[in-house]
């Protein structure tokens, strides 16, 4: 049978433990840290895209969007537009949806927005 661990050695091996975890967060967010900052770096010293046509844009920045583009592009395409039906299948009595604020009928004819 083992002889069970001394309060010692347990407080000894738990302190270990978090001197441990504690240098691996600072490993890891020195790394992250660095990372972020040479992308920044190469960002800011990225070529700038043609005036005219892009507002003088960084390079990386216009691609970035020129993907995003393409990805609008084939969500919102025309081929995904409404169903539409023939007038022949239309409401022969159309409700109106509501009259609230006219007291009295409009004249689409000579009804004109100023």
């Given at each position: ?62 691609r970035a969007l ?49």
């Open positions: 049978m083992k002889a069970p661990k001394s309060n010692k050695r347990v407080a000894e091996s738990v302190d270990k433990q978090i001197r441990r975890r504690t240098f691996l967060s600072f490993a890891v967010f020195t790394g992250l840290s660095a990372l972020a900052y040479s992308g920044w770096t190469w960002l800011r010293n990225s070529p700038r895209e043609i005036a005219g046509t892009t507002a003088g844009a960084k390079a990386p920045f216009r020129n993907k995003s583009e393409l990805a609008f592009r084939r969500i919102f395409s025309n081929g995904h537009l409404a169903k539409t039906y023939p007038k022949s299948r239309a409401a022969k009595k159309v409700r109106p949806n509501g009259k609230i604020g006219l007291g009295q009928a409009i004249d689409t004819q000579s009804w004109m927005l100023s």
